[in-house]
């Protein structure tokens, strides 16, 4: 027994090292990195992925992505969707195991996204919506997971609406977002999210707003949510009025 547990210490060594130089191999490697995430992109969604910026990938004592600017084409066309300035992840390796998603750090920076309702109807963003690529019985049918975010933040981020239909289009601008510890349970649909705050200027064709959300905290069962003590900030223009 004493030499059996020995040998299974040993290939349990020898399957560490071999995974961590694997993972040496790949983050040392962006230029392969980056090839292989376009091509993805271009396979799953018809779109064009492209990373102007560095990428760092790491895989030990967490998983670290680093990446600079981005661009991300529409659907079968070269018309940009959506860029980033920079993003950072880390999330801890040993609680996958478990199937717990625990979140050291999540940054976004400069998000912009341009979203298109076109003149047939059809979005330019459909193909990205839950569902879209997989079937729902698929999606049920996946194990819950526990999830522990230690903090959310999104800074200077643009969101843009274009309907071609109705000849009217919308921009939010300066969106920020923060938050502090997130815990959820998906088998419970209940998540818990502590000092959400978001602030954001809307613009539309004859109107504009600043607007500003802080609360203690967000609760949300299943359909059920709740916000404790909602503070809400605006600044409104209507036809070059101001409230």
């Not at 995430?37 to 680093?66: C, H, M, N, V, Y």
Request: aromatic share 6%; proline share 2%.
């Amino acid at each position: 027994m004493k030499w059996l547990k020995l040998a299974g210490i040993a290939a349990a060594l020898a399957l560490l090292f071999l995974v961590g130089a694997a993972a040496y191999v790949v983050a040392g490697n962006s230029a392969w990195l980056k090839t292989e995430l376009a091509k993805a992109a271009r396979e799953q969604w018809r779109r064009t992925l492209a990373i102007e910026g560095e990428l760092e990938l790491s895989f030990w004592p967490d998983i670290g992505f680093r990446v600079g600017k981005v661009r991300v084409s529409e659907a079968g066309a070269d018309r940009t969707f959506a860029t980033i300035e920079s993003a950072r992840l880390s999330v801890a390796t040993w609680p996958l195991l478990d199937r717990k998603l625990v979140v050291r750090s999540c940054e976004l920076d400069g998000l912009d996204i341009t979203l298109v309702r076109r003149r047939d109807g059809t979005l330019n963003f459909a193909d990205l919506l839950p569902g879209a690529t997989t079937d729902d019985k698929d999606v049920a049918d996946q194990s819950p997971w526990k999830i522990d975010i230690a903090a959310i933040r999104l800074a200077t981020a643009r969101l843009a609406w274009l309907d071609e239909q109705g000849g009217k289009s919308t921009s939010v601008s300066a969106l920020t977002l923060t938050t502090g510890h997130i815990v959820g349970d998906t088998a419970m649909r209940a998540f818990h999210v502590d000092t959400p705050h978001f602030s954001a200027r809307l613009d539309g064709d004859t109107r504009s707003a600043s607007v500003r959300l802080t609360t203690p905290a967000v609760d949300v069962h299943g359909e059920q949510g709740k916000i404790a003590g909602l503070e809400l900030g605006t600044d409104a223009r209507y036809a070059g009025t101001t409230t």
